[in-house]
């Protein structure tokens, strides 16, 4: 597994613009993405998409929402329309098995970008970022805000993603160092903003002290300080996200949020499609490692006025 720091990531995300139009670098590339509608996945297929058109591609942005069933009809149209690459942010890490290996076997490359897939051999790259790294930092720096004794909150994104499960294990690795830190409720909120707004109305009336929060992703963690502010608990409740998104960067400039840790998505979203090119011009992988790591970058009132564009920070 390939790593790729945060380094890495600044150059690549200030590196000229690719040249477009090449005489021979023609087809379309199929980008799959998860739901739109969150600003993450929303900016993963629109640079995704940005890219392929820069190249000489045709690109066309479709979204799964987590049901693989859809997803197989998306990858069946990609196969139909005889796209030259298919980059897929997949639905299931179990249940996404199987359309990546049809897509491969009716001979197109798929890229996975942002989710891994349980199966390797399959996709020609797995491109995501470290979240194991972004859930230690995220960790170690909502533990310096909360000090080493609180009653807490976790919010666990959709268990079908291996993200969530990975997030989560990094913040009880660090935070299990302190023993008078303690979890009084960790619920599923499955990455969207409404369901952390709901459940943690219901944790609110439950435990009469919540010193802090921390959230598998930005859109939860949002969800949570309305709940909190609409009740009038928000004051001097620590609340960590992760994902980097814009409405949790102008939380953390307001002094809501604590910090959000960024991932990565406009770099390995294009990095992603530029892998695609070099294998449909070269026949082999760009990079000989299938699954690849992005480390991801902490932002707090300290650095938020460097996020420049939607999930970038500059130096």
């Known amino acids: 597994m390939i790593k790729f ?17 090449s005489a021979w670098a023609d087809g379309l590339i199929s980008i799959i993405v998860n739901d739109p509608a969150n600003p993450y996945w929303f900016t993963e297929g629109e640079v995704a998409k940005a890219t392929a058109e820069e190249l000489g591609y045709e690109a066309t942005v479709s979204a799964h929402t987590g049901d693989t069933n859809l997803e197989s009809n998306l990858i069946d149209a990609a196969i139909t329309n005889g796209a030259a690459a298919i980059i897929l942010d997949p639905a299931n890490a ?15 490359p798929v890229f996975l970008v942002n989710a891994e897939i349980n199966e390797s051999g399959l996709a020609i790259g797995q491109l995501v970022s470290n ?5 230690a930092l995220g960790a170690i720096a909502w533990q310096e805000v909360v000090g080493d004794a609180a009653s807490y909150v976790e919010f ?22 302190y023993p008078d830190l303690v979890k009084v409720a960790e619920e599923v ?20 002290v ?12 949002l969800g949570a300080i309305a709940a909190l502010k609409e009740a009038g608990r928000l004051d ?43 294998y449909i ?13 992005f480390d991801c970058l902490l932002i707090t009132s300290d650095n938020v006025a460097n996020y420049t564009a939607p999930f970038t920070l500059s130096n």
């Open 5 to 21: 720091t945060t380094r890495t990531l600044l150059a690549a995300a200030t590196a000229l613009p690719l040249m477009a139009g």
């Open 94 to 108: 179990d249940g996404s098995v199987g359309v990546v290996r049809k897509a491969t076997e009716a001979g197109i």
């Open 131 to 135: 979240n194991a790294q972004g859930a």
């Open 156 to 177: 666990f994104g959709n268990p079908s993603d291996n993200n969530a499960a990975t997030r989560s294990n990094g913040y009880n690795t660090v935070l299990s160092q």
């Open 189 to 208: 909120a499955n990455w969207d903003r409404t369901q952390g707004y709901t459940k943690m109305q219901s944790i609110i009336q439950a435990n009469p």
């Open 210 to 221: 919540i010193d802090a929060v921390i959230s598998g992703n930005d859109e939860m963690a």
């Open 236 to 278: 001097g409740v620590v609340v960590g996200g992760f994902d980097g998104s814009p409405d949790a960067v102008a939380s953390v400039a307001a002094g809501e949020m604590a910090y959000t840790v960024l991932q990565p998505v406009a770099v390995f979203a294009r990095e992603a499609v530029i892998q695609a090119d070099h």
């Open 281 to 293: 011009k070269n026949g082999e992988a760009m990079v000989a490692t299938e699954k690849q790591l």
